[in-house]
C-alpha cells in the first residue's frame, strides 16, 4: 500500500546507521549546511515539478503528508543524500 514509504523509510534507517557508524568521518557544521542548502533548493524545484503535471505520485502509494505539493517521501533522498555521500567520499579517500 504504501511502497514509497516504505522505501524511503529505509533510505533513512540506512542513513541512521550510516551517521551512528561514521559520525567522526563528517562534519556536523558541514552537514548541517550542505542539508539547509539543498533543502532549500529542493523545495523550490520539487514544488515547481510537483505542481504542473511533470511529476505525479499515486495517492495509494505514499503517505499523504505534503510539505507543498510534495510528499513528505521525498526527503528521505536528501537526507540520504547529505549524510551517506560525504561518508563514502571520506572511506574512498583515506585509502
Known amino acids: 500500500m504504501f511502497s514509497y ?3 524511503s523509510s ?3 534507517i540506512l542513513s541512521i546507521i550510516v551517521l551512528f557508524l561514521f559520525i567522526n ?3 556536523i557544521k558541514a552537514t548541517l549546511l550542505c542539508f539547509l542548502v ?7 524545484f520539487d514544488n515547481y515539478l510537483t505542481t504542473i503535471p511533470i511529476v505525479m505520485y499515486n495517492s495509494n ?3 499523504g503528508v505534503k510539505l507543498g505539493s510534495i510528499p513528505i517521501e521525498d526527503f ?8 551517506i555521500v560525504p561518508v563514502v567520499y ?3 579517500s583515506d585509502e
Open 61 to 63: 502509494h505514499i503517505l
Open 10 to 12: 529505509s533510505l533513512i
Open 76 to 83: 528521505s533522498y536528501l537526507i540520504a543524500a547529505v549524510i
Open 5 to 7: 514509504l516504505l522505501i
Open 25 to 27: 568521518k563528517i562534519s
Open 38 to 44: 539543498i533543502f532549500i533548493t529542493m523545495i523550490l
Open 90 to 92: 571520506e572511506l574512498m
